[in-house]
């Protein structure tokens, strides 16, 4: 009882330091097994580093038009069919040498599906029925039998998902694949803060947290000891998407092929951007070195500048599909990424230890983006390739990125009509 004391007196001296000394507002409500675990949980955030991005993202990023420069890319199309032939076949040497891997990110809920679980494990209505993971691993499988190997397939889930993720795979027997191939590691979390600054609770017992972003797969793959896994199995390079998008292909031998004959130690896939005035980022050089901006920071006339053939220079659009090389990922590892803030909704407990839900977003979530790895390097290769090959991600029903259209565009890539 007296460690237990002492603890809440550091923790409540701790907490009026940061004035959040409301989240102990419960405390004596709690039974001994919720006061230890909130205790814990407030010994374990680091709230100088919380505020210092509350305060950091207050600041819009200011770039001067100057500082703005086309980044080089390849369209897939324009391609002929022997230069297709050529840099595939330099990609398919490294692959059939097992020196290939695949990571997953797969953090997300099902939530905005009206789905309970992971979202990996949610099922696309064809026949028959394939959860995204599966699909995903009917790619990895199809790519073993081609290269004759076995090719390491990483999963990155978070704090809310990993258990049941890791019971789905044993309960589908890992989709047939080998298991000791396949492993889960977890990405962090950081607390959110509503409107006034404050720490919000989920629980009377445990304030709410949320994943990070998707760029800090690099420093969890640190560390969990996934590097040192890759390095162990000799993996030179190491390709990132989604867990949500049904037609992309995760062993892109022309990739691969194309970084390589460039030297290049990171690459990227891009799509075009239809509508000049859709708000989705584009690649860029900024202060010379590649980057994916928002599209506010271009001028009208950047907007649907062309180069000399006639392609665009700032319409290439991010589609969560990159390689790294396994010296990229270290030092990315060892590097701060800058995070952004995104303001959402979140339940919360109220002043009466009640959950309210809010009807307008109320929260700061502050999260990492994996493509700002980019700008630790000096080139990156860009290859565009096509919506209707590549794309077909789930994010929703209300969208055009929804299941049906998904179903749609995979039924016909597969030729399951």
């Not at 990110?105 to 599906?113: F, M, S």
């Not at 049941?164 to 047939?176: C, D, P, Q």
């Not at 990922?329 to 919360?348: G, I, M, Q």
């Amino acid at each position: 009882m007296v460690n237990m004391l002492q603890n809440y007196e550091q923790a409540k001296a701790l907490l009026a330091n940061y004035k959040q000394e409301h989240l102990l507002a419960f405390y004596d409500e709690l039974n001994e097994e919720e006061k230890q675990l909130l205790i814990n949980q407030i010994f374990q955030i680091d709230f100088e580093e919380i505020f210092r991005l509350y305060e950091a993202s207050k600041i819009d990023e200011m770039i001067p038009h100057h500082k703005i420069e086309p980044l080089p890319y390849l369209v897939k199309n324009q391609l002929s069919k022997p230069e297709i032939i050529s840099y595939q076949s330099i990609g398919k040497k490294v692959i059939s040498s097992g020196k290939y891997a695949v990571v997953t990110l797969a953090g997300g809920q099902g939530t905005r599906l009206g789905y309970k679980g992971p979202k990996g494990t949610f099922e696309l209505d064809i026949v028959p029925k394939k959860s995204l993971f599966e699909i995903l691993c009917d790619r990895l499988k199809e790519a073993n039998e081609t290269y004759h190997t076995t090719i390491p397939w990483y999963i990155m889930t978070s704090h809310s998902n990993d258990q049941l993720t890791k019971e789905f795979f044993k309960e589908k027997k890992y989709f047939g694949y080998p298991k000791e191939y396949i492993s889960f590691f977890q990405q962090a979390e950081l607390p959110l803060i509503d409107v006034s600054g404050n720490l919000i609770l989920e629980e009377t017992y445990k304030i709410k947290e949320a994943s990070n972003g998707n760029g800090d797969v690099f420093a969890s793959m640190k560390r969990h000891r996934i590097l040192q896994n890759m390095k162990q199995k000799q993996i030179e390079w190491v390709f990132f998407s989604g867990v949500d998008n049904v037609t992309l292909e995760i062993v892109d031998p022309l990739l691969l092929g194309l970084t390589l004959l460039h030297k290049n130690l990171v690459a990227s896939k891009s799509l075009f951007k239809k509508d000049v005035n859709d708000k989705d980022w584009v690649f860029a050089k900024k202060n010379g070195k590649p980057s994916i901006m928002n599209s506010c920071h271009l001028t009208d006339t950047m907007k649907i500048a062309k180069n000399e053939e006639g392609n665009y220079l700032y319409r290439e659009i991010n589609m969560l599909a990159h390689l790294f090389h396994i010296s990229a990922l270290e030092k990315v590892a060892d590097s701060a990424l800058p995070y952004h803030r995104a303001f959402k909704k979140n339940t919360f407990v109220n002043e009466e230890g009640m959950k309210q839900v809010p009807e307008d977003p109320n929260t700061f979530k502050f999260e990492t983006f994996i493509f700002d790895a980019f700008s630790f390097f000096d080139s990156i290769e860009l290859l565009r390739v096509e919506r209707e090959e590549e794309f077909a991600p789930i994010k929703d029903f209300t969208s055009i990125y929804n299941p049906e259209s998904a179903k749609e565009l995979y039924e016909r890539k597969y030729r399951l009509k």
